[in-house]
T-cell receptor, first 112, second 110 residues
Framework: NAGVTQTPKFQVLKTGQSMTLQCAQDMNHEYMSWYRQDPGMGLRLIHYSVGAGITDQGEVPNGYNVSRSTTEDFPLRLLSAAPSQTSVYFC???????????FGQGTRLTVV | KNEVEQSPQNLTAQEGEFITINCSYSVGISALHWLQQHPGGGIVSLFMLSSGKKKHGRLIATINIQEKHSSLHITASHPRDSAVYICAVPGGGSQGNLIFGKGTKLSVKP
């Protein structure tokens, strides 16, 4: 089992560019989430999914888009990158609510 | 929305010391997570507990549901324990996401 795989690990974007952060898990987990981690703020929820075809917004969804066409994949799209989106992004999955959470290795994104 | 508070924010210890990190939350929960993040690294789950105490090696986690409080203890600390320790609780409903504390940065000196 690879667990949760996130790509890329590092990315530099120019303001206005778009990109997709990939997240895949091979544990057949229904629940998947995207978080961003900023200094002094802890991890904050961007979007989440409770199963294929079902997504919803979290605490900080503006500027991001998600889709969940399969159980395995949960990509995060930045529509038009802004310097405020400079952060470390983590994808996580779990089998159900109140179950152990598994995290990807993170993507360090810099928007210049 | 649940509020999660951790203390201390930063902690420096000498190798071999007993360490305690505290976590409190505002709304009753069914389980609490302790996570570890090494510098520049990913996040790994250490414990998920809903009552009492769990032990894994030199790590011990306790929770008091009535007082809405949990502690993470490290016995005989070692420099390799240097990391950020994060407390997290379920986001509520059937969302499957977590609400996180801001983390405790632990540095263990040899």
């Amino acid at each position: 089992n690879a667990g949760v795989t996130q790509t890329p690990k590092f990315q530099v974007l120019k303001t206005g560019q778009s990109m997709t952060l990939q997240c895949a898990q091979d544990m057949n987990h229904e629940y998947m989430s995207w978080y961003r981690q900023d200094p002094g703020m802890g991890l904050r929820l961007i979007h989440y999914s409770v199963g294929a075809g079902i997504t919803d917004q979290g605490e900080v969804p503006n500027g991001y888009n998600v889709s969940r066409s399969t159980t395995e994949d949960f990509p995060l799209r930045l529509l038009s990158a802004a310097p405020s989106q400079t952060s470390v992004y983590f994808c996580a999955s779990s089998l159900r609510t109140n179950a152990e959470a598994f995290f990807g290795q993170g993507t360090r994104l810099t928007v210049v | 929305k649940n509020e999660v508070e951790q203390s201390p924010q930063n902690l420096t210890a000498q190798e071999g010391e007993f360490i305690t990190i505290n976590c409190s939350y505002s709304v009753g929960i069914s389980a609490l997570h302790w996570l570890q993040q090494h510098p520049g690294g990913g996040i790994v789950s250490l414990f998920m507990l809903s009552s009492g105490k769990k032990k894994h090696g030199r790590l011990i986690a306790t929770i008091n549901i009535q007082e809405k409080h949990s502690s993470l203890h490290i016995t005989a600390s070692h420099p390799r324990d240097s990391a950020v320790y994060i407390c997290a609780v379920p986001g509520g409903g059937s969302q499957g996401n977590l609400i996180f504390g801001k983390g405790t940065k632990l540095s263990v000196k040899p």
